[in-house]
């Protein structure tokens, strides 16, 4: 037995050897569960989105129908603009905190909660549009549309929710250099409800115009 | 009534194809099933006492050529059989077949006969050895139309029409049914198909063409002044009267059906008057309200459906 | 010092360990140690205990159903009731029933399987449990106000909708569903993060127990497979309660868009119960075949292979919607492929026991009972995939039979051989031999005279999801058969259950591994100790209990502060592939936050139901905010300043002292 517990040791510290070097060692349990989480929500937009071509292409006539027009595409390039950017600060403020500095956490953290609130407050004001002239129950086009911008716009206000957490969390001092986790979780999510505006721009706003 | 609607005793030519792919595949479901059983009762036949330790080996052979190569092989042979019996069931580009309309109703079926331009309910007669296109459609949830013995089901789908064919080889009555949960009387949504030499059904396609005989007196003729007069008429419509309802079924020739009610009862005095007077409690939930009419009334109205040939 | 076996293994951690661990481990007693608990076996045989109550309900639901089919024109319940019964029993069976009661045995037995003291996330894990009771009552309580969902486990539209549909039972259905789906979710995510990082160091890909392998791989498709069927139910209360047009014709909707996301999700929900079921029979085959099971990376590729290709095989259940023949010959393939690897499981455990020497113990005669009648389904299954057979015999009591014979002999017949396997280690009793050979053949006999002439039936043309039939076609016998049957298999039923409910009162106590069991789960007391493991082992082998050199790390690693992990509320963490020990991770303490969250959520779905929006804006925020309270990043006692705390380690592997804080 002594000759096994031998040999294991040396390949334990053969194998233990890289770990000492790179300060976080491998992924957490947390972090893991994120990324599920993050590709359940994935599997969901993608059932959304594919929702949204199934029952345009067994339509017969135009799309969208009943004479409601294509929407138009000035103000969803702003808040693309504005929601793809707002993941820049996201990236600073993941950064900041894991080389400590968390003043500059805190001024990521707080720049990204201003684009995605603005992004958020521009969505209201073309709702706001919108609703003049077709609602959720004229037809399938107008449930489509609000359904699906809705429940992104929903995601966006989850995120802003954590971030605002994790702001007062840092106001308080729950983060430094060694304890950074929820950070990093907070901006995962983020980044994906980011990335899944991008495929909703290309659904809802540039596809009718193919 | 009727023998048993079995997919086994095929009359029609989809269906026949179907029976004899499932005697295909259930002797090669008994071959397997056999053949597991007798290694797990070998398997049980040598077993031992705890504690033994047997020997290893991984087995990884045997779980190859028995789980995935022998498989393999006897699959591929179903899978070309099927793709071979579902190319020649496909829907027949005819352009002379007799085509029929089928509009399914919470819980009865409307049938068309464009060609002729009549409607009928829950009967379709169709001539013996011709090709016929039915052309499927609903007027509230979905449905699905089986004739076990003529051919395979094709659902009835909201917003969609579907099509699909049967050919009966022999005369007789086939007893279909509703295969689609549709609601509280899914249970009692059957029809029937009457095959028939082609003369007798061209005579009938001319009979239902008709409208209703006027009655000449007694009391059908009353029984007629009944229909139109009470709020049957709002619902059903018998051709050549005052009643054009279109929320029932077309009663213009109701006397010579064999069924009412979409198959929940036999087409006699005593059946329809319990079913005028309260059909409510013959078929729970149904469109039709109880019609309280004076006894002297609903014997008239009996005698006047029985006269609609 | 060379350890004997199992119960020598646990008796030698204890000793070395087990006062230093348990310190750290309490068990809370009393109302509040029952609600605020967090320990995965606690939470595992509670979701059993749970699901075979929900499964009790459904199972009257069948008998009277059966009861009302005993003879043509029944009329013993009234048909509106009767499409309740049918709509609840088979929304019952597979989200109340079958997925928690496997859930239940993952949660159990998981932590225990890989070496570990705990559920990556245990309070989501108490979480998830508090949610699928709150669902369950939800749903089932439904059946009291005379509103329990009525349009079939499968509700399909436009006779779900409003117009067709339009008091509460659907609303309760897709609510309902959509409350279950949180717990269900939270539930295959915790597996996930549990198997890839808490595993006993050593414990490489390739010594996962199936078992392991076929929850995690379940864990996966409920992550793919359930949003489909959650957004089609948000999709139709939305319809049926805000005025869209998702699946209303009139309103541009499509009708088959549902069952296109109702099959995504249903046929992967099909594998999604069965695959965990024959994990438990991978488990019982080698113990009682004393020897490891064959081709064991076969296996485990068959598993992994039947999770993807689930997703590729629902249109099989709509080949009768009119879609093009090219679609139907994809599907049919596909359909056909997925019998592969179902196949190669049965003959890896018919080769386990060839090359074995089978022991006739009661779990083992339920994986034999279970391997017969599961190929019985199987052949008629490959009929389905076949489109001409299907588009005959689909809508039919051929379909009842096949996915009873599938569901209750794939998956109930593990489950009960299962429970017997088990029982010892959930409740420190031995159960009746005698008792349990009784329990088996009724159950067999009652199940094959209920579901055989099922089959026939169909063949003769009844169609399913009737609540009557008129006499002289051909039926009345099978049904009679049937419904005798049901009375005989609910007969089998009882038993199982007195023999089990007299074991928990008087069988005698439980040494550690009454089977002599190959995995790790046996190298604990029955039942296990909070803390599971005093010191966790080193895995070398597939079969780690029937391998000297793990059995031995028992005692070796009792010397390692790593495998101790005797510093708190700690278990290990390891590399996802190699099972390399990281660090050790804290994890948290039992807490009612769980259980106030979850009943947030359940005041805003029933007010949701009762269109109490203001309510459920509370019932959410409660829930939100209980959320926000467990997330706050806390410093606890025994972590310096921050959550972790990283001393220099001592090398060899053993780098006693670093930990981190749990996040979940």
């Not at chain 2, 504690?51 to 080996?57: E, F, L, M, N, S």
């Not at chain 2, 022999?170 to 295969?179: I, K, L, M, N, T």
């Not at chain 3, 009557?468 to 051909?474: K, Q, R």
């Not at chain 3, 209980?626 to 053993?654: A, K, Q």
Request: hydrophobic fraction near 50%; proline fraction near 6%; include cysteine.
């Amino acid at each position: 037995m002594s000759v096994t517990r031998g040999q294991r040791a040396a390949a334990s510290k053969r194998r233990a050897a890289p770990h000492r070097r790179v300060p976080p060692s491998g992924r957490t349990p947390a972090w893991w569960g994120m990324v599920m989480f993050v590709t359940t929500e994935g599997m969901l937009f993608a059932c959304v989105l594919a929702s949204y071509f199934y029952i345009r292409f067994s339509t017969r006539g135009p799309w969208p129908p009943g004479g409601i027009e294509n929407p138009e595409l000035t103000k969803p390039l702003v808040m693309t603009a504005l929601l793809v950017s707002s993941s820049g600060p996201m990236l600073w403020a993941d950064w900041a905190v894991r080389h400590g500095r968390t003043g500059q956490l805190k001024g990521g953290l707080a720049l990204t909660l201003l684009l995605g609130a603005t992004f958020l407050g521009l969505q209201g004001s073309e709702y706001m549009e919108k609703f003049k002239k077709f609602s959720w129950s004229e037809n399938v086009y107008g449930s489509l549309f609000y359904g699906i911008t809705g429940f992104h716009g929903t995601h966006v206000a989850v995120g802003l929710v954590m971030i605002l957490f994790t702001i007062v969390a840092a106001l308080r001092g729950k983060f430094s250099a060694k304890r950074h986790e929820r950070v990093r979780l907070v901006a995962f999510y983020w980044h994906f409800v980011d990335a899944v505006w991008v495929f909703i721009l290309f659904t809802i706003y540039l596809s009718p115009k193919l | 009534g009727g023998a048993a609607p079995s997919t086994l005793s095929p009359a029609g030519v989809g269906a026949r194809r179907v029976a004899g792919l499932w005697w295909l595949l259930f002797g090669i479901s008994v071959v397997v099933a056999v053949l597991v059983a007798v290694l797990l009762a070998w398997v049980m036949a040598r077993r031992t006492r705890a504690g033994v330790h047997a020997r290893t080996g991984s087995g990884r052979a045997f779980v190859v050529t028995m789980g995935v190569v022998l498989p393999a092989i006897v699959l591929a042979f179903v899978y070309a059989v099927g793709l071979r019996d579902l190319r020649d069931l496909a829907v027949p580009r005819d352009p002379h077949a007799l085509v029929i309309e089928v509009v399914g109703h919470q819980w009865w079926w409307e049938v068309r006969y464009p060609a002729s331009g009549f409607v009928t309910a829950n009967e379709i007669h169709v001539p013996t050895g011709s090709t016929v296109r039915l052309r499927l459609s609903t007027a509230d949830v979905n449905h699905s139309f089986w004739v076990p013995q003529l051919a395979v089901k094709t659902d009835l789908i909201a917003g969609r029409v579907n099509e699909m064919w049967l050919r009966a080889e022999h005369d007789g009555v086939y007893r279909g049914q509703c295969a689609e949960y549709c609601g509280l009387q899914h249970g009692h949504m059957a029809f029937h198909v009457i095959a028939q030499p082609a003369a007798e059904f061209a005579s009938w396609l001319a009979g239902q063409a008709r409208p209703a005989a006027v009655p000449a007196g007694g009391a059908p003729a009353r029984g007629l002044r009944v229909l139109e007069a009470s709020s049957c008429a709002a619902c059903h419509t018998v051709r050549g009267t005052r009643a054009d309802g279109k929320v029932g079924p077309d009663l213009t020739h109701v006397g010579g059906r064999r069924f009412l009610a979409a198959g929940a009862i036999p087409n006699t005095p005593g059946y329809l008057g319990g079913w005028i007077s309260d059909s409510q409690s013959i078929k729970p939930g149904n469109a039709m309200p109880p019609q309280p009419l004076a006894p002297e009334d609903l014997r008239s109205l009996i005698a006047y459906l029985g006269t609609l040939r | 010092m060379s350890i004997a076996d199992a119960a020598g293994a646990y008796r030698a951690a204890e000793e070395a360990a087990g006062e230093r661990v348990a310190r750290h481990w309490p068990e809370g007693h009393g109302l509040r140690g029952w609600i605020t608990t967090v320990d995965h076996k606690r939470i595992g045989r509670r979701y059993m205990v749970t699901a075979a109550v929900f499964f009790t309900l459904a199972g009257i639901e069948a008998l009277v159903m059966r009861t009302q089919l005993t003879l043509p024109e029944g009329k013993v319940v009234s048909p509106g009731v009767y499409d309740q019964l049918f709509s609840l029993h088979g929304t019952a069976m597979i989200f109340f029933f079958a997925t928690p009661m496997l859930f239940g045995f993952g949660n159990f037995l998981l932590p225990l399987m890989l070496g570990t003291r705990d559920m990556a996330f245990p309070r989501f894990n108490a979480f998830g449990y508090w949610v699928f009771a709150a669902a369950g009552l939800f749903m089932f309580s439904s059946l009291l106000f005379g509103v329990a969902p009525n349009a079939g486990w499968f509700a399909y539209v436009p006779l779900s909708g409003a117009r067709y549909t339009p008091d509460l039972n659907l609303d309760v259905y897709s609510l309902g569903l959509l409350f279950l789906g949180i717990s269900t979710t939270g539930s295959g995510i915790n597996f996930i993060a549990t198997a890839l990082k808490l595993r006993a160091p050593g414990m490489t890909l390739s010594r996962v127990p199936v078992f392991v392998w076929a929850l995690v791989v379940t864990s996966f498709m409920v992550v793919f497979a359930l949003p489909p069927l959650n957004l089609a139910n948000a999709m139709l209360f939305l319809d049926r309660r805000f005025g869209t047009k998702f699946f209303v014709p009139t309103g541009g909707g499509d009708a088959l868009l549902w069952q296109h996301l109702f099959w995504l999700f249903g046929h992967p929900d099909v594998y999604i119960i069965v695959l965990p079921a024959l994990g438990i029979v991978s488990a019982i085959v080698p113990t009682f075949s004393r020897r490891p099971i064959a081709a064991y990376p076969v296996i485990v590729l068959a598993t992994v292979a039947t999770g993807i290709i689930s997703f590729g095989v629902w249109v099989h259940h709509m080949f009768a919607v009119g879609l093009p023949q090219l679609a139907m010959t994809f599907f049919s393939a596909a359909s056909i492929v997925i019998t592969i690897p179902a196949g190669i499981q049965i003959f890896s455990w018919l080769g386990t026991m060839l090359l074995g020497r089978v022991v006739l113990a009661v779990p083992m005669l339920w994986a034999l009972g279970f391997i017969l009648v599961f190929v019985l389904g199987g052949v008629t299954g490959v009929m389905f995939a076949i489109v001409p057979f299907d588009q005959q015999s689909t809508d039919s009591y051929f379909v009842v039979a096949h996915f009873h014979y599938v569901l209750f002999g794939g998956a109930v017949f593990p489950i009960i051989g299962g429970v017997f396997y088990w029982w010892p280690k959930f409740t420190g009793r031995t159960t009746s031999v005698r008792a349990g050979l009784w329990s088996f053949w009724l159950v067999f006999a009652g199940f094959n005279l209920t579901f055989f002439p099922m089959h026939i039936a169909g063949l003769l043309g009844m169609p399913r999801r009737v609540y009557t039939f008129s006499p002289g076609l051909g039926w009345d016998a099978w049904n009679l058969l049937s419904t005798a049957g049901a009375y005989l298999l609910a007969v089998g039923l009882l038993v199982t259950l007195s023999t089990l409910l007299y074991s928990l009162r008087r069988g005698a106590p439980a040494p550690p591994d009454p089977w002599g069991g190959e995995t790790l789960e046996w190298a604990t007391a029955s039942p296990p100790p909070t803390h599971d493991f005093a010191v966790i082992p080193t895995v070398y082998s597939l079969h780690p209990l029937w391998d000297q050199r793990t059995l031995d790390s028992f005692h070796e690693e009792s010397r390692s502060p790593l495998h101790v992990q005797a510093d708190g509320h700690d278990v290990l963490r390891t590399t996802e592939l190699d099972a390399e020990p990281q660090l050790g991770v804290e994890m948290p303490e039992d807490t009612p936050v769980p259980f106030v969250a979850a009943f947030g959520l359940l005041i805003a779905f029933t007010s949701l139901l009762l269109g109490g929006y203001l309510a459920a804006i509370a019932g959410a925020a409660v829930f939100g905010f209980s959320l926000m309270w467990w997330l706050w990043p806390r410093d606890r006692p025994g972590s310096s300043g921050g959550g972790e705390r990283r001393g220099e380690g001592e090398g060899g592997g053993s780098a006693g002292g670093e930990r981190e804080e749990a996040s979940a």
